[in-house]
């Protein structure tokens, strides 16, 4: 079936499961309010806390970290009223449909996901089964909503085309053109922001060391401070933009620079050939500081009154599921699941 047969939606999601950082602005937060705004799409984001349980969170700090994650999507420019905006567990459908899923998903597919090898490590045997079926539960967020466009960072493009097997492998056992295959979209200068002190790690909430990451609570001294002490190499920045070859501290700066001006990489080289690092993340800071110091203000200012926030998610869940529940209604019916 075509795509052209299916509303335009997009779908997408972040986990709650600690500080926002540059990383999800960039990759994620950011691109979902540039398609909320071009008013193309009907726009569908969640707070995926079933995924975040996938490891251990401590109860008080995933409450915290649901409503953190809520003002930070409006801070970013998410309109609730525009786009719809809750937390996963709220809509039940999910967890339905993705146990369907899990049904329709292979052993070997699983086994297969690099993020899976990469989270269970060495000890697979103790990570959660949860953990594994990972996957099926963000192929049923995706499509409980029949979504076809899903704009995510670059490390999540192997879990999007498991969800369009997903897709696939159901239409065709059970004979329907019912569930589109979505379209990753995987676009600008930033959708894999890396780690400040080494340029071949992923920039990650997780890592250890704070100064590897700038976090969207930071104040503007921070973000200064974190920009300026990033790692680079002696040299001043190319003429182009193959001159970044084999200098991912550089390239990474760079990028960070195209994603927050909203600039292509070529004009950023352009605007700066030759510039000292110095000077260059003097700058860099000022812009960082410019764009992110509003939100992490902002985002403190609504986490004043969870109450509201609570009632946001909770308007945002009834109108996801006045979605989801019908497409899970005619997934029963297709599968022969007897309902009333
Ligand atoms: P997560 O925090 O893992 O739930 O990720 C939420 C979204 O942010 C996903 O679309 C990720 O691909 C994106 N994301 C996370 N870290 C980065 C990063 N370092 N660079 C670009 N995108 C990222
Ligand atoms: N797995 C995604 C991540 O860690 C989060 C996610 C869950 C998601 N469900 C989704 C992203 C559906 C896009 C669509 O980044």
Redesign the pocket.
């Known amino acids: 079936m075509s795509d052209a047969t299916f509303t335009p939606r997009v779908?997408?999601?972040?986990?709650p499961s600690g500080g926002l950082t540059l990383g999800n602005y960039l990759g994620?937060m950011k691109r979902f309010v540039d398609m909320q705004d071009a008013g193309t799409h009907e726009c569908v984001y969640?707070m995926?806390d079933l995924?975040a349980i996938t490891v251990w969170q401590d109860p008080a700090a995933l409450t915290r970290n649901t409503r953190e994650l809520c003002a930070g999507f409006i801070a970013a420019g998410i309109d609730p009223e525009k786009s719809i905006l809750f937390n996963?567990s709220q809509v039940s459908e999910h967890a339905q449909l993705a146990w369907i899923f899990n049904c329709v998903a292979r052993m070997g597919w699983m086994g297969r996901m690099t993020?899976w090898k990469d989270k269970a490590g060495k000890n697979a045997e103790a990570a959660s089964l949860g953990l594994f079926a990972?996957p099926a539960?963000?192929a049923a967020?995706?499509l409980a909503y029949h979504a076809t466009h899903?704009?995510?960072?670059e490390?999540?493009k192997q879990?999007?085309e498991l969800t369009r097997d997903i897709a696939a492998k159901f239409n065709h056992d059970y004979g329907v053109d019912f569930f589109p295959l979505p379209d990753p979209v995987i676009e600008g200068a930033a959708t894999r922001v890396m780690n400040l002190q080494d340029g071949t790690k992923k920039m990650s909430k997780s890592d250890p060391s704070d100064r590897t990451r700038i976090n969207m609570t930071d104040d503007a001294d921070t973000i200064a401070r974190k920009i300026k002490k990033a790692r680079t190499d002696p040299d001043p920045l190319p003429e182009t933009v193959e001159g970044l070859e084999r200098r991912p501290e550089a390239r990474n700066l760079v990028n960070i620079w195209a994603g927050l001006a909203d600039l292509s990489v070529e004009d950023v080289v352009a605007q700066n050939a030759g510039k000292m690092f110095g000077y260059f993340k003097q700058d860099l800071a000022d812009l960082a500081v410019a764009k992110l110091a509003p939100i992490s203000t902002e985002m403190a200012r609504l986490m004043q009154d969870p109450d509201e926030i609570d009632r946001i998610l909770a308007r945002g869940s009834d109108r996801a599921r006045d979605i989801a529940a019908p497409i899970l209604r005619q997934t029963f019916d297709i599968m022969g699941i007897v309902r009333n």
């Open positions: 779908f997408s999601g972040i986990q994620a969640c995926v995924h996963q993020q990972y539960l963000m967020d995706i899903v704009p995510v960072g490390d999540q879990h999007l």
